[in-house]
């Protein structure tokens, strides 16, 4: 058990709050946009790996919904600037 809880702590910042990876993009709401991509199925050979990462992404989506409500009105001056 202790294992486990080892190496779910240790696999915890490989996914990372979506919010804090996505801040260079002006798209509102694109952390969630992240944790969705990688709980989606993988139809691919190589990505065995993204199957550790599924269960860190449904854990962070709560964070990142309420992350990225906080930032939305920053993202919306990025998206001002930029047109």
């Known amino acids: 058990m202790k294992k486990w809880l080892f190496l779910a ?5 490989l996914a990372g ?11 509102p709401y694109s ?5 969705m991509e990688l709980m989606e199925p993988c139809k691919n050979v190589g990505c065995a790996g993204l199957v ?8 962070d ?8 409500t906080l930032m939305l009105p920053i993202k919306g001056i990025q998206n001002l600037v930029q047109d």
């Open 9 to 13: 702590l240790i696999t915890l910042p």
């Open 17 to 27: 709050c979506g919010t804090l990876s996505t801040l260079d993009q002006s798209k």
């Open 31 to 35: 952390g969630i946009q992240q944790d």
């Open 52 to 59: 550790i990462l599924t269960p860190l992404a449904i854990i």
């Open 61 to 68: 989506f709560p964070f990142s919904f309420v992350g990225d």
